[in-house]
């Protein structure tokens, strides 16, 4: 299938939907970290340069909570370690040289991804897809995260509009579409039920990445 102006208008408007779909979830990105602690700069460069939402949430959650930057940034890693697995489709798909792996792998995230894998029909298909939808999940997730922080400054104490809740809504919200089968479902209630027997226990984000190595644990062991 060749890249014609009709698929590529096609295309693009599919990534400008999700975009702005997945995008919105910048909002409470922004406005749990400026609540969190961080300044607007470090909020922002989070989403500049991290640009992965669970991991986001995952680091700004932790620390958040009181734990050590190393927690938070062993728990964001953990969570990233999907993009790595999407790299290699994605170098496959779209066959970037040189200067182009560096960017192609800071937008490889859920979104470009399954873009590209639903017009791999051909390399110029997939390239377009993949570049659509990544470019548009950032500009949109980086506009919102601003806007969220901007928002969390101004209100004041985060606990009046419930801010200091949203990071597990927010997180959740960023599951939810996962639990699409019994065996997730069965890993999440797992992972809810380790984190709340160790919650008492240990210090913030080691919870977290028991219940991580655990849900890598049972999935194995599923295959």
């Known amino acids: ?20 779909a997945t995008g919105a979830y910048g909002i409470s990105f922004g406005a749990i970290a400026a609540s969190s602690g961080f300044s607007i700069l470090q909020t922002q460069v989070l989403s500049l340069l991290l640009f992965t939402g669970a ?45 182009q792996k560096l960017f192609f792998a800071q937008i490889t995230i859920d979104e470009s991804t399954a873009l590209a894998n ?26 919102a995260t601003l806007t969220g922080a901007l928002l969390a400054t101004s209100v004041g104490d985060p606990k009046t509009f419930g801010l200091d809740a949203a990071i597990g ?20 209630l797992a992972a809810v039920l380790v984190a709340l027997a160790l ?18 644990v049972l999935a194995k062991r599923a295959d």
């Open 118 to 143: 639903k017009y791999d029909q051909s390399q110029d298909t997939a390239r377009w897809a993949f570049l659509a939808a990544g470019l548009s999940v950032y500009v949109f997730w980086n506009i």
């Open 55 to 99: 991991s986001q949430f995952a680091y700004v959650g932790v620390l958040g909570a009181g734990g050590s930057v190393l927690s938070g940034l062993a728990t964001a890693s953990l969570l990233g370690v999907r993009n790595g697995l999407y790299g290699m489709r994605i170098a496959q798909l779209t066959k970037p040289a040189g200067w």
């Open 199 to 216: 919650t008492p226990l240990l210090t913030a984000g080691l919870p977290v990445l028991a219940t991580a190595l655990l849900a890598i």
């Open 169 to 188: 809504a927010g997180f959740f919200a960023l599951v939810a579409p996962r639990l699409n089968s019994r065996l997730n479902k069965l890993l999440a």
């Open 1 to 20: 299938m060749s890249l014609t102006p009709v698929l590529r208008r096609q295309i693009s408007l599919e990534a400008i939907s999700i975009g702005l």
